[in-house]
């Protein structure tokens, strides 16, 4: 996960990000502020200042895995937003996209891709280079851990910019896959109202805490 470091005001806005207007499905689906369990799972997660650098603040979610019941009622979010969409896979970015992307696979009775930092994957891989504030990074994954068409769910925790997020599309979308969504269990405020991404929707069930 490497938004987390774009998670301050006034941080740079990313160019790939298209405002959209609140989608009526997205409401119907999942994100009502009626649910309950979302004020939970805000109120788990743990604001560390200045972390890991002056002037941000981290949205640590070790605390909110912690609490099972809190855990599981996130899951949950997702699956019931997910389950019965055909979904075949769900890609998970490195590293805290490996902690729900898995459990929500399972769940919806779809393969789990890891979507990994270089070198971490043997054989032989696909890469997608993208741009961060201060650098740049690369997300990889196994050739042939897609059919062309399949229909991919990516996940991560966080978005802040989208950079991360953007880059894992492409690389999908090279691979051939139908992405549908990105989902993050957290987002920066302009994420509240379904955003897109390289024309995706992206899914967040809290806003990012200050």
Do not use: W
């Not at 207007?21 to 939970?40: F, H, T």
């Not at 699956?79 to 490195?94: D, L, P």
Request: hydrophobic share 45%; aromatic share 6%; charged share 25%.
């Amino acid at each position: 996960m490497g938004e987390q470091e774009n998670n301050k005001s006034g941080g740079r806005t990313n160019t790939m990000v298209e405002e959209e207007a609140p989608a009526a499905a997205a409401k119907e689906k999942g994100r009502g502020a009626a649910d309950p369990r979302l004020q939970g799972i805000s109120d788990a997660i743990r604001v560390v200042p200045h972390f890991p650098k002056p002037g941000i603040m981290f949205n640590d979610i070790t605390a909110l895995l912690l609490r099972p019941r809190v855990f599981k009622d996130a899951v949950d979010m997702f699956v019931e937003r997910y389950r019965g969409m055909g979904i075949a896979a769900v890609a998970g970015i490195e590293a805290r996209g490996f902690i729900f992307g898995p459990a929500i696979a399972l769940a919806i009775g779809a393969k789990f891709i890891p979507l990994r930092k270089p070198k971490k994957l043997p054989g032989e891989v696909i890469s997608e280079t993208y741009v961060l504030e201060y650098g740049t990074d690369c997300l990889e994954m196994h050739v042939g851990a897609i059919e062309p068409g399949e229909r991919i769910v990516v996940v991560d925790d966080l978005v802040a910019t989208g950079g991360t997020l953007s880059a894992a599309i492409t690389l999908l979308e090279r691979a051939g896959a139908d992405v549908v969504e990105c989902a993050c269990l957290i987002g920066v405020p302009k994420f509240k109202d379904f955003y897109k991404l390289n024309g995706k929707p992206v899914y967040i069930l809290v806003e990012s805490r200050k």
